[in-house]
């Protein structure tokens, strides 16, 4: 015969099995009520305002300039002179040239950036072999990638140039200027004057103002 006292515990010890279960589960639920939720991917606001043909003037041109002046020998009646940065403040100073021109290649690939201002037209539009603004806008859209690699071979000549400056090596710095040079080239070839015949640059068929225009209904 069961004892009175040993029949209570055999009651008594699943139920509290159970109620143990119970809390742990709803402290896991508690957990899982007060970690924040996973954050939504958002879109980044970007505000585009200034074109690429004003990025090109103000930013892009502009900072390659120096880049490309800063290592030179300039020739001249009272002889020859050796021009580069040699005090920690012109190396500064030429150094934040290299991380504008560098960053500018990233403005550049910004989504939904005009090629130039609403009613505005290229500074040479209408020039022999080059495109409009309007055809070269709809090349950057229809292919917003291949514009993003041209500038993203910019932004890696430019770091390339800030390399050199942080190590102060002028001969590199000037020999990098080529590497930019290039980068500016083989944007300019696809998007701007691609019918514009010369050494290596044979016109471009696909890029003609036919090819690059939509069809008119």
Known sequence: MTHPIRRVAL????????????????????????APPAAAEEKVPYRPTASVQD???????????????????????KGTEEKQPRTDEEW??????????M????????????IVEPGKKLQDEGTEGNLTAAQ????????????????????????AALKAIDEKNAQALSDVGGAIDEACEQCHTKYWYPNQAGPGNPPAAAATPAAAEPAKK
């Open 92 to 101: 500064a100073t030429v150094r934040a040239h290299a991380v504008a021109l």
């Open 103 to 114: 960053e500018g290649a990233n403005l550049l690939m910004i989504p939904g950036r005009q």
């Open 11 to 34: 009651v008594v010890a699943p139920f509290s099995v159970l109620v143990v279960g119970l809390a742990l589960t709803l402290a896991s639920c508690a957990q899982k009520d007060s």
């Open 136 to 159: 070269i806008q709809k090349l950057k859209d229809d292919d917003h990638m291949a514009f993003a690699s041209r500038a993203l071979a910019l932004h890696d000549s430019a770091q």
């Open 55 to 77: 990025l090109m003037v103000s930013v892009i041109d502009l900072n390659a300039d120096i880049l490309w002046e800063s290592v030179a020998v300039i020739s001249s009646e």
